[in-house]
């Protein structure tokens, strides 16, 4: 044995009640759990954890990741390994890095700049998934990264490397292309599919194209996780649309982010619920997962409507340039309800500037784009026209629409998982990206009960390791993966606030992946013992 954790109270991910026992690890795995109440030795080794007074999980899975970049620039990214984190899902929203070739890498590093920076200080040696994965595995000098990472194939990428941001049906040659695409990321370890269907270019695909290349997916065992076409005006739709298209193909859908927000969407998620509900009952295979906070982040071009967005961020920028489209994209936005703001007309004082690629701009961060609008005696739209191009289309924001009780009725349902949907980049990030497991346990379990402790880590660990399909992930049982985490039940909390989110989290004090402390007595070790989580690889039949 390499470390016994001596007299932890294991919650084991079945959402069984805990237990008293001894813990051993061996080789990366957990070799022997040894309850208080059997008969028998305990198990020793060189080295004994004290872990009276902690609990034991396995770690967390976040289902909804935007490391991209930030695993590959940052050895430390405590952001998720303070928080627990084990095992990050990248390639979210349609919009990642694999596959592309040299105009789609250009393209989707400045399509993306809010979210991951311009990576500049990135070496894209890669362009395939598995030229990607293998990076992961061979970062900073071969040793790796600071947790795991799974990847999804971004269909909005795919789109973009097959027939450009043009607003048009694929033809067969181009749908081919992009099944191809598809199936040897699938092929190379990608665990599934991501759309952002809100963003462009991927919002410009139909249900038939989504459908073609959800058929793809899941000939390999792999999930297709949208972020589908409207999470405000017509949200149902935009859920029983993803729904119908998987079910069609045959494929597993997660939902990503699944909440419903804006006006509209006040108390409705108990119409949500019953619509998966039925959906399962019928044999559909469906999870999702959520952040437990009311606010969202995003860019603050992906307000804009999708007709202009065509062509990509260049046209983008010239559009915004010229008066009478400025004049257009304005209506559209303040009076129609954007379909890039989910077909709601836009609310200038819950849009919260969160971050800015460029410096001389800094000082609007933290103001919503009203106030800024208010404190320089313009119009709220001059003054995110003069930030959209001033920023090159590099700012983020926070969005503040949501609404709590649809936030906790839906962490209740039965194929609820967690993800953070977490943007690192930006002077003041959603606390999300620190705090989202923490928050979990110390708000959500402790002091308001929404969930009791062992329904809740099993929400956040066997459920998402489940939709992954690994083996020997997701929970504290021997011959499994000995990524796992200790934390105190009484004092676990999310430090993270809107107005310090990269505050650390409390009572979280050990986490390990593959055996190895990553945080160990709360500080950060030097161990990057995180891999690249590929699926399985084999097309089925």
């Known amino acids: 044995m390499d470390l016994v954790i001596r007299d932890a109270r294991v919650v084991d991910g079945t959402a069984t009640p805990s237990y008293r026992a001894d813990v051993a690890l061996s080789g990366g795995r957990i070799a022997e759990i040894h309850r208080a109440d059997a008969p028998g030795p305990r198990p020793s080794a060189p080295r004994v954890l004290d872990a009276s007074g902690l609990v034991l999980s396995p770690g967390f899975v976040d289902m909804h990741a935007h490391s991209d970049l930030a695993l590959l620039r940052d050895p430390d990214h405590s952001a998720k390994a303070a928080q627990g984190v084990t095992l990050e899902v990248l390639g979210q929203d349609g919009l990642s890095y694999a596959p592309v070739d040299d105009r789609t890498r250009a393209e989707v590093r400045r399509a993306i700049t809010g979210w991951n920076g311009d990576g500049d200080d990135i070496d894209f040696d890669w362009s395939t998934v598995g030229g990607y994965l293998d990076r992961l595995d061979r970062n900073f000098g071969g040793q790796g990264i600071a947790v795991n990472a799974a990847y999804l194939i971004p269909q909005g990428t795919v789109r973009m490397y097959a027939l450009g941001w043009e607003d048009r049906p694929a033809t067969a040659a181009e749908l081919d292309r992009m099944r191809e695409l598809v199936a040897r990321g699938m092929a190379e370890g990608a665990v599934g599919m991501s759309s952002g269907l809100t963003y462009t270019p991927g919002m410009y695909a139909d249900d038939a194209e989504l459908t073609e290349l959800c058929r793809v997916v899941a ?80 860019t603050l071009v992906a307000m804009l409507p999708s007709w202009a967005g065509e062509g990509g961020p260049g046209a983008v920028l010239t ?30 004082d819950t849009i919260e500037i969160s971050g800015v690629s460029d410096p001389a701009l800094a000082g609007e961060v933290g103001r919503t784009v009203a106030a800024s609008a208010r404190l320089r005696g313009e119009e709220p739209w001059t003054t995110a026209r003069r930030l959209l191009l001033g920023d090159r289309l590099g700012t983020t924001i926070l969005q503040h629409v949501g609404h709590e009780e649809n936030v906790r009725r839906i962490m209740r349902h039965r194929v609820h998982t967690g993800g953070s949907d977490g943007i690192l980049q930006g002077a003041k990030p959603h606390p999300r990206a620190y705090g989202t497991f923490p928050e979990y346990l110390g708000r959500y379990v402790r002091e308001l009960g929404v969930l009791s402790l062992e329904e809740c880590v099993a929400h956040l660990t066997s459920r998402p390791a489940a939709r992954l399909r690994l083996p020997d992930r997701g929970h504290v049982r021997e011959g499994y993966r000995a990524d796992l985490v200790l934390f105190d039940p009484d004092t676990v909390a999310a430090g993270s606030t809107f107005d310090a989110p990269r505050t650390p989290p409390t009572g979280i004090p050990h986490v390990l992946v593959d055996g190895r402390f990553v945080i160990e007595d709360g500080r950060r070790t030097q161990a990057l013992a995180g891999r690249a989580v590929r699926g399985a690889g084999r097309r089925r039949g």
């Open 319 to 348: 559009r915004l340039a010229d008066e009478e489209t400025a004049a257009r994209i304005r209506h559209d936005l303040e009076v129609v309800g954007s379909d890039g703001c989910h077909g709601v007309p836009i609310e200038w």
């Open 219 to 298: 000939s390999y065992g792999g999930y297709y996780c949208p972020h589908h076409r409207s999470y405000g005006a017509g949200a149902l739709e935009a859920y029983e649309e993803m729904v119908r298209l998987t079910r069609a193909a045959g494929c597993a859908l997660h939902l990503a982010h699944a909440t419903m927000n804006f006006g509209v969407n006040e108390g409705r998620a108990p119409e949500l619920l019953a619509l998966l509900d039925r959906a399962l009952d019928e044999g559909a295979d469906i999870s999702l997962d959520t952040y437990p906070y009311t606010p969202g982040s995003t």
